[in-house]
């Protein structure tokens, strides 16, 4: 069941929505499924009818609820024990203590998303780690103030780890990647957008340990260099998607080994390499290698030509490439002073 602030036939504005949740948490007592993502005037009370009618409830989507406190936490974990996907994006009011009440009564959680809930520390990581030893997937995107001891506590914690966002924990250091490698072989989905402290010595050893990693997301990792991309080539035959964006120290060198692996001839789809400055036409030629390569992303590559593009497009039509290239002199206006169409950004 999905509701919206957007639902005119479903909800009676006449109607505060926290009565009609309360009449329908009443009512649908077998639920399972329900989305409230984005329905930002819901609060607390809501989430006391769930937890007081909705025993059954096993995915519960809170993403942008913004009103709803560690109180909604724990009226979940007393009447939700059955929930397994909980997603508290942008609740930027869940604290360490919401976190602690919610994984002692939802010990089966398998997947927690809590992008943007800025207030989490390590301590909240501690608490996952010792109730949710089922968990799958965990989104900590834009947390900034979690640590490599906080993710090391994870690692031990959830060996069954498949998915894990890190992107914009910016303190964090190899560390984490060694606690990753050391504790979750399943790691399949690693996302490290913006941690620019990690460097090819942790991502050496995640390569060597994780063989099962199918998406990375390692944009402005800009530490790292060719050398993460050799391990990533030897290891990692299941990559799919890489987004290598801002790396500027990756060379032509490090595509030619991607292009040459088991990854790159059989199961690449995705590369990004946008702000990759040392990528040049050279790399494009290796590329023609991954026969399975449906987007490429070069925006700011300045060292790569429209007919470097264009002869790679001649062995690889079906792939999509999002390039940039700036214009030798302003486009001229058609009949003085109307509008003009950009010609920078060139799908090709």
């Given at each position: 069941?999905?509701?919206?602030?957007?639902?005119?036939?479903?909800?009676?504005?006449?109607?505060?929505?926290?009565?009609?949740?309360?009449?329908?948490?009443?009512?649908?007592?077998?639920?399972?499924?329900?989305?409230?993502?984005?329905?930002?005037?819901?609060?607390?009370?809501?989430?006391y009818?769930?937890?007081?009618?909705?025993?059954?409830?096993?995915?519960?989507?809170?993403?942008?609820?913004?009103?709803?406190?560690?109180?909604?936490?724990?009226?979940?974990?007393?009447?939700?024990?059955?929930?397994?996907?909980?997603?508290?994006?942008?609740?930027?009011?869940?604290?360490?203590?919401?976190?602690?009440?919610?994984?002692?009564?939802?010990?089966?959680?398998?997947?927690?998303?809590?992008?943007?809930?800025?207030?989490?520390?390590?301590?909240?990581?501690?608490?996952?780690?010792?109730?949710?030893?089922?968990?799958?997937?965990?989104?900590?995107?834009?947390?900034?103030?979690?640590?490599?001891?906080?993710?090391?506590?994870?690692?031990?914690?959830?060996?069954?780890?498949?998915?894990?966002?890190?992107?914009?924990?910016?303190?964090?250091?190899?560390?984490?990647?060694?606690?990753?490698?050391?504790?979750?072989p399943?790691?399949?989905?690693?996302?490290?957008?913006?941690?620019?402290?990690?460097?090819?010595?942790?991502?050496?050893?995640?390569?060597?340990?994780?063989?099962?990693?199918?998406?990375?997301?390692?944009?402005?990792?800009?530490?790292?260099?060719?050398?993460?991309?050799?391990?990533?080539?030897?290891?990692?035959?299941?990559?799919?998607?890489?987004?290598?964006?801002?790396?500027?120290?990756?060379t032509?060198?490090?595509?030619?080994?991607?292009?040459?692996?088991?990854?790159?001839?059989?199961?690449?789809?995705?590369l990004e390499?946008?702000?990759?400055?040392?990528?040049?036409?050279?790399?494009?030629e290796?590329l023609?290698?991954?026969?399975?390569?449906?987007?490429?992303?070069?925006?700011?590559?300045?060292?790569?030509?429209?007919?470097g593009?264009?002869?790679?497009?001649?062995?690889?039509?079906?792939?999509?490439?999002?390039?940039?290239?700036?214009?030798?002199?302003?486009?001229?206006?058609?009949?003085?002073?109307?509008?003009?169409?950009?010609?920078?950004?060139?799908?090709?």
């Amino acid at each position: 069941m999905v509701f919206s602030n957007n639902d005119e036939g479903l909800i009676n504005k006449k109607l505060p929505k926290e009565l009609l949740l309360r009449t329908f948490a009443q009512n649908c007592r077998n639920i399972e499924h329900l989305n409230l993502n984005g329905c930002t005037k819901i609060t607390d009370s809501t989430c006391y009818s769930l937890s007081r009618f909705c025993s059954k409830l096993k995915h519960l989507d809170l993403t942008s609820c913004v009103s709803i406190t560690n109180s909604s936490l724990k009226g979940i974990s007393e009447g939700c024990r059955n929930l397994e996907y909980l997603n508290l994006s942008w609740c930027d009011q869940i604290t360490k203590d919401g976190v602690e009440a919610l994984v002692r009564g939802c010990r089966g959680l398998k997947a927690l998303l809590l992008r943007g809930c800025t207030q989490l520390e390590d301590e909240a990581l501690k608490h996952i780690q010792n109730y949710c030893h089922e968990l799958v997937s965990l989104n900590l995107q834009s947390c900034s103030r979690v640590t490599d001891e906080g993710v090391v506590q994870i690692c031990r914690g959830c060996p069954r780890l498949q998915a894990l966002c890190l992107s914009g924990c910016s303190n964090l250091t190899d560390a984490s990647l060694t606690a990753l490698a050391l504790n979750c072989p399943r790691l399949q989905i690693l996302e490290a957008a913006r941690c620019s402290h990690l460097t090819d010595a942790g991502f050496t050893l995640l390569a060597r340990n994780c063989h099962d990693l199918e998406k990375m997301d390692l944009e402005e990792c800009i530490l790292i260099t060719d050398g993460t991309l050799i391990q990533l080539s030897i290891h990692c035959p299941k990559l799919q998607a890489l987004s290598l964006s801002h790396c500027e120290l990756i060379t032509d060198d490090g595509i030619l080994h991607l292009s040459n692996s088991t990854c790159g001839h059989e199961r690449l789809r995705v590369l990004e390499l946008d702000n990759c400055l040392l990528i040049t036409d050279v790399a494009l030629e290796h590329l023609e290698n991954c026969r399975g390569l449906e987007r490429l992303e070069l925006y700011d590559c300045q060292q790569v030509t429209r007919a470097g593009i264009k002869r790679m497009r001649a062995q690889l039509p079906h792939v999509k490439v999002h390039a940039y290239f700036a214009p030798v002199t302003p486009p001229t206006a058609v009949g003085g002073s109307g509008h003009r169409l950009c010609r920078c950004c060139v799908i090709l």
